[in-house]
């Protein structure tokens, strides 16, 4: 069963201004990540948070788990036209030999210049 | 370059043909993950190899066969396919054990005529 939803579906927004995007998800889990993907190509790896942590940074982002809300969020600061992007989370319930992860509808952002 | 190589990245195969996507990872993971990617749709999970050992097959229908001679190289084999598997197959790796980001290839653009 689908896992995350990522919210808005799509996002348009100026250079320069921060992006935000929401994923919620349905049952207990290990970890969450955060994927980009640029028009027509493989996904990239952005960030992991795992169950028991509520914030995460990376450059230029920041994520955010909320457990009890079963909800996720990314915020990009200071977007540039370089992130125009489909973002997606993706969750990994754990539990098993290998992490497997269930991913989300997406979030596509464009920055516009 | 990611490290996960897929092969061919476009292809074209009437519904009688039989075709194999190849993907290669020479980062010393152990697992190996085949996703498809429609429009409109999250990406699907479709089978799951840990060391060379099948941990997941989604319910995905017989006319697609996956093969993993070793952990470096995955295959998925098609034949008699319709037209509504003309996808985006993505191919993915990890390091099997424990939380961890996934690495992805480019993706095989697939049209079934």
């Known amino acids: 069963s689908q896992q995350g939803e990522e919210d808005p579906q799509a996002l348009s927004i100026q250079e320069g201004e921060n992006a935000t995007m929401n994923c919620s998800y349905k049952t207990s889990i290990n970890n969450l990540q955060w994927y980009r993907q640029n028009s027509g190509r493989g996904l990239v790896h952005l960030i992991l948070?795992?169950?028991?942590?509520r914030e995460k940074h990376s450059g230029r982002l920041r994520v955010t788990l909320d457990t009890s809300k079963k909800s996720s969020s990314l915020l990009i600061t200071a977007s540039r036209a370089a992130d125009t992007a489909s973002y997606f989370c993706a969750t990994d319930a754990g539990g098993g030999a290998t992490n497997k992860l269930i991913f989300g509808t997406g979030t596509l952002l464009a920055v516009q210049p | 370059e990611t490290g996960v190589t897929q092969t061919p990245r476009h292809l074209v195969m009437g519904m009688t043909n039989k075709k194999s996507l190849k993907c290669e990872q020479h980062l010393g993971h152990n697992a190996m993950y085949w996703y498809k990617q429609s429009a409109k749709k999250p990406l699907e999970l479709m089978f799951v190899y840990n060391f060379k050992e099948q941990t997941e097959n989604n319910s995905v229908p017989s006319r697609f066969s996956p093969e993993c001679p070793n952990s470096s190289h995955l295959f998925l084999h098609l034949h008699t396919l319709q037209p509504e598997d003309s996808a985006l197959y993505l191919c993915?790796?990890?390091?099997?054990?424990?939380?961890?980001?996934?690495?992805f290839g480019s993706g095989t653009r697939l049209t079934v005529v």
């Open positions: 948070i795992r169950s028991n942590e």
């Open positions: 993915a790796s990890s390091p099997g054990r424990g939380p961890a980001g996934y690495t």
